[in-house]
């Protein structure tokens, strides 16, 4: 089964999300609650953790790329 990872609401009033590191390459497994990058909100620096554990499939989102809240930003095959 695939999971879809997707931009939590960071509560930044409705300003982008920008995408400053991914922690975990695709094909590496990963934990629920695990770290899986860094992003930049108008407020601070913040980290976005996995919402199930897995294998990371995708990353649908890449550094530098400014995202908002309910966005995909990977894949996690459970």
């Not at 400053?20 to 980290?47: A, F, I, N, Y």
């Amino acid at each position: 089964m695939e999971i879809e990872i997707k931009m939590p609401d960071l509560a930044t009033t409705d300003s982008a999300i920008k995408i400053l590191r991914w922690l975990v390459e695709p094909g590496q497994p990963v934990k629920r609650g695990q770290v899986l990058m860094e992003v930049e909100t108008d407020k601070s620096t913040m980290e976005v953790e996995s919402v199930a554990s897995g294998v990371l499939q995708a990353q649908r989102a890449q550094v530098g790329d400014s995202l908002f809240a309910g966005q995909v930003i990977g894949v996690i095959a459970t």
